[in-house]
């Protein structure tokens, strides 16, 4: 997978197409992220310590992975991720649409 947490996507496709939002956590084995702001749903809650009275809580889905692209950080427009090999071995990625590499 190559989107990780801390980055910024745009929903490519389903009802909340169009938004933006920092991936806050990654599932890599149900190929899934949750969005910041995206894919909102309503639990209701028992009441707890942390929340004396209970009630509904509004809170962000897991979301496909292949339902989000990346946000260029220089360019600011969605792009795919390629991986590139450096001269000490390692690896990073790059947006396949500037060609620069992202900050990991």
């Not at 169009?18 to 749903?41: A, Q, T, Y």
């Not at 990073?92 to 990991?104: C, F, H, T, Y």
């Amino acid at each position: 997978m190559r989107i990780r947490k801390g980055d910024v996507v745009r929903v490519v496709s389903g009802n909340d197409s169009g938004k933006e939002g920092k991936v806050l956590k990654v599932f890599p084995d149900k190929n899934r992220v949750i969005v910041e702001k995206v894919n909102m749903i309503k639990r209701a809650t028992k009441a707890s310590k942390d929340m004396p009275q209970g009630g509904i809580v509004e809170k962000e889905a897991p979301i496909e992975a292949s339902n989000v692209m990346l946000v260029c950080p220089n360019t600011g427009k969605q792009t795919r991720i390629g991986k590139q090999l450096l001269s000490d071995g390692s690896r990073a990625r790059v947006s396949k649409k500037s060609g620069e590499m992202l900050n990991d």
